[in-house]
Nanobody, 119 residues
Framework: QVQLVESGGGLVQPGGSLRLSCTASGSAFSIYDLAWYRQPPGKQRELVAAVTREGNINYADSVKGRFTISRDNYKNTVTLQMDTLKPEDTAVYYC?????????????WGQGTQVTVSS
């Protein structure tokens, strides 16, 4: 039922910035827990940042101080602002939305957007 569409990926030099956006269809966006994951080449998918429906935020240690996750419940969007990018940030980034289990037992994923940090 829920569809997630991501945008904002691209090629950037080390030290640069990108902003990823994810827009969700459907209702009740405000009660979803939201997150950004990434999968670097040849590595496992990992959590980058998450924001709960209550507004609690956590980040992976590798991105603390550089990335910022935010949500706009009115626009049904979750954004990942990425600053001071490093080559090791290169990955496919995925938006994830998790409704309360009583509302919908499934979680939802975007199609992924490529972020490449290279000189």
């Amino acid at each position: 039922q829920v569809q997630l569409v991501e945008s904002g990926g691209g090629l950037v030099q080390p030290g640069g910035s990108l902003r990823l956006s994810c827009t969700a269809s459907g209702s009740a966006f405000s009660i979803y827990d939201l997150a950004w994951y990434r999968q670097p080449p040849g590595k496992q998918r990992e959590l980058v940042a998450a924001v709960t429906r209550e507004g609690n935020i956590n980040y992976a240690d590798s991105v603390k101080g550089r990335f910022t996750i935010s949500r706009d419940n009115y626009k049904n969007t979750v954004t990942l602002q990425m600053d001071t990018l490093k080559p090791e940030d290169t990955a496919v980034y995925y938006c994830n939305a998790v409704p309360p289990s009583w509302y919908n037992p499934n979680d939802f994923w975007g199609q992924g957007t490529q972020v490449t940090v290279s000189s």
